[in-house]
């Protein structure tokens, strides 16, 4: 089954980008407390748009791209990319949270983890060298079409223009995207690795399991 990699990305795409990442990330909290209501209308409408925003697609500084089945049309992954001047994570705020209005507990437990996290990544030795850097931010493959080959086409894809533009790139990666090599078959290597789950404040929290992983400036 051929597939295409293309930056072209439609209106009418998103529908099909959204069900991919919901489907994709079903069993982490924060995907269910960014979406409530998931892929049901009418919901479903609303955390389009949420997804748009929160990955801003739009924005002039975030690369896009799907795969594409070049057999039946069917998207099948897709990939989000921040192209910043600097270590995206210095100044990073802490969440103002994207979250509509979930359930309390699990609205404080997603915000606590963002938080943590974000306090945590401000102070990674291997994000200080100064110079662009290349955030692959997002990375959902369908799961029907999981283990064919479309995200190893998206890494190549964020590889590529992070070579391109001559800047270190960084993934906060899965247990399972590191288990299979997807990123260290680039070049990225793990510079943290840290389970986020705090069972005295959240019992019963999943949690979310992180391996930020980091690929070095190429020289042109």
């Given at each position: ?44 409408s609303e955390n389009v748009a949420r997804f748009i925003n929160i990955l801003g697609w739009k924005r002039s500084n975030v690369a896009a791209a799907k795969v ?18 600097e270590n995206p994570f210095l100044c990073a705020p802490d969440s103002d949270i994207h979250f509509p209005q979930v359930d309390k507990e699990i609205r404080s ?112």
């Open positions: 089954m051929p597939f295409i990699v293309s930056q072209d990305i439609a209106d009418e795409d998103f529908d099909s980008l959204f069900a991919i990442q919901y489907k994709a990330f079903s069993n982490q909290p924060a995907i269910k407390a960014c979406y409530p209501g998931g892929l049901d209308e009418p919901a479903r594409v089945d070049d057999e039946t049309g069917e998207i099948c992954a897709f990939a989000t990319m921040r192209v910043c001047e437990a997603v915000e606590w983890t963002f938080n943590t996290k974000n306090d945590r990544r401000r102070s990674f030795e291997a994000l200080q060298v100064p110079g662009p850097y290349c955030h692959l931010q997002a990375l959902g493959t369908d799961p029907a079409r999981q283990r064919q080959g479309a995200a190893t086409l998206l890494v190549k894809w964020a590889v590529r223009i992070s070579d391109e533009k001559g800047s270190r790139a960084m993934v906060e990666a899965s247990k399972d995207a590191t288990k299979y090599g997807l990123y260290s078959k680039q070049g990225f290597r793990p510079i943290d690795t840290c389970n986020y789950v705090d069972e005295e404040k959240f019992p019963g929290f999943a949690g979310m399991y992180i391996v930020t992983m980091v690929r070095d400036a190429q020289d042109k």
